[in-house]
């Protein structure tokens, strides 16, 4: 039975690139957020969000992210509102994922908002990325070339790393990468020995 590996993280705690460094080391890995992505070019997600959020959001028929994120990132109910018309049709690709690599004893499910989608109930381990605020701040600033107070709303958005961490099996600090690509390595190394015993 394939277990799952929850991992999540604040925005700009570098989850995504402790993400790619677990499918380096042979283990499948599906990003959530990238996949979200993808289901919002959806045509019938799109006419969904027409729907709810105006058909300006659309530029030559092309969802424009940018003002998406500036209305749901100021607004918790908009951006609920976005979760409950995305989030299903995720899962639902999820499943058809996890059905195909259902050989391999782990697989990493990446997620922002592991735990405020419901899909931790899904884990059977999760470990929760963290990272200084002020380096967070800076990293999101300079990937998505963004003002502070965008980067903020955003942040107040998630919930905070105390709640997160409060719920985790493992904690991976993200100061310098190669010590966290370390604390993966020790994690790893522990739930394989676990997945040998039972």
């Known amino acids: 039975m394939t277990k799952i590996i929850g991992l999540t993280g604040g925005i700009g705690s570098g989850k995504t690139t402790?993400?790619?460094?677990?499918e380096s080391q042979g283990i499948p890995?599906?990003?959530?957020d990238d996949i979200a992505k993808k289901i919002l070019e959806l045509p019938q997600i799109k006419s969904e969000i027409a729907s709810h959020y105006g058909e300006e959001i659309f530029?030559?028929?092309?969802?424009?992210r940018h003002k998406l994120a500036e209305i749901v990132f100021s607004d918790s109910n908009k951006l609920k509102r976005l979760n409950d018309i995305v989030h299903p049709?995720?899962?639902s690709d999820f499943d058809a994922w996890l059905e195909q690599h259902s050989h391999?004893?782990?697989v990493v499910k990446e997620a922002a908002i592991l735990f405020e989608s419901g899909s931790d109930k899904d884990c059977d381990v999760i470990i929760t990325v963290t990272a200084p605020l002020?380096?967070?701040?800076?990293?999101?600033?300079?990937?998505d070339n963004t003002a502070?107070?965008?980067?903020?709303?955003?942040?107040?958005?998630?919930?905070?790393?105390?709640?997160?961490?409060d719920k985790s099996d493992y904690i991976v600090e993200n100061k310098n990468v190669k010590v966290a690509k370390?604390?993966?390595?020790?994690?790893l190394k522990k739930l394989n020995n676990q997945q040998k015993l039972t």
């Open 29 to 32: 890995v599906y990003i959530a």
């Open 104 to 106: 391999f004893p782990w």
């Open 134 to 143: 002020e380096d967070r701040i800076q990293r999101i600033i300079n990937r």
């Open 89 to 91: 049709a995720v899962r």
């Open 59 to 64: 530029e030559n028929g092309k969802l424009n």
């Open 18 to 22: 402790i993400a790619k460094y677990i």
């Open 182 to 187: 370390h604390q993966i390595d020790e994690i």
């Open 148 to 165: 502070v107070e965008n980067v903020m709303d955003r942040i107040k958005n998630q919930w905070t790393d105390e709640m997160r961490t």
